[in-house]
């Protein structure tokens, strides 16, 4: 598969990127091979194999919501870096 010069600039011209020459000559040979191995992968037979979501056939990955303490108010408020003994103090927004 070969992409032209002219493809990249159009394509960066869209993105709104800024490459010089040497720039448009490295993505052109980098993007011609990644579109050649895209090309390959094509060319497998995957009549057969069955389409996955995820590499292992988990079907729920998620642990029993289990009631636990919760962290004492005092301990909580020392990790921020204002407080006024009930709650952490932030600027005002509006």
Known sequence: MNISKEEVIKVSQLARLELDDAEVEAITGQLDKILGYVAKLNEIDTENVKATTHALSLTN???EDEMQP??????ALANGPRQNGEVFVVPRII
């Open 70 to 75: 919760s962290l004492p108010q005092h301990d």
């Open 61 to 63: 990955a998620f642990r």
